[in-house]
């Protein structure tokens, strides 16, 4: 499967964003996603997840309760809302697809990575 992630940009601390993800090329439903981010000179860390129905989510203890993750299976669409951002929300956000059943936060699960989308929180 194919994943384009967009939504990205620059953003005062306090403000939302809403980051897309599109997919492509299989049955996008039969896969868990979930929203990494990468820092720099930082390793690559799980952001949240979300079931192939929606019905199961799970999120970093980070963003607990300010990110949100969503799907939409007939768009072939995952999303992340992110509220009260943060400086140390910036990062390079990628999604992610995952083949295999439930969620995870361990990125070597996933099957197949978008490209990335810069978040840049200024203080």
């Known amino acids: 499967v194919q994943l384009q992630a967009s939504g990205g940009g620059l953003v005062q601390a306090g403000g939302s964003l809403r980051l897309s993800c599109a997919a492509s090329?299989?049955?996008?439903?039969?896969?868990?996603m979930g929203w990494f981010r990468q820092a720099p000179g930082k390793e690559r860390e799980f952001v949240a997840a979300?079931?192939?129905?929606?019905?199961?989510?799970r999120y970093a203890d980070s963003v607990k309760g300010r990110f949100t993750i969503s799907r939409d299976n007939a768009k072939e669409m995952v999303y992340l809302q992110m509220n009260s951002l943060k400086p140390e929300d910036t990062a390079v956000y990628y999604c992610a697809a995952k083949g295999t059943t439930g969620t995870s936060p361990r990125s070597y699960e996933y099957d197949y990575w978008g490209q990335g989308t810069q978040v840049t929180v200024s203080s």
């Open positions: 979300i079931s192939w129905s929606g019905g199961s989510t």
């Open positions: 090329g299989r049955t996008f439903e039969y896969y868990n």
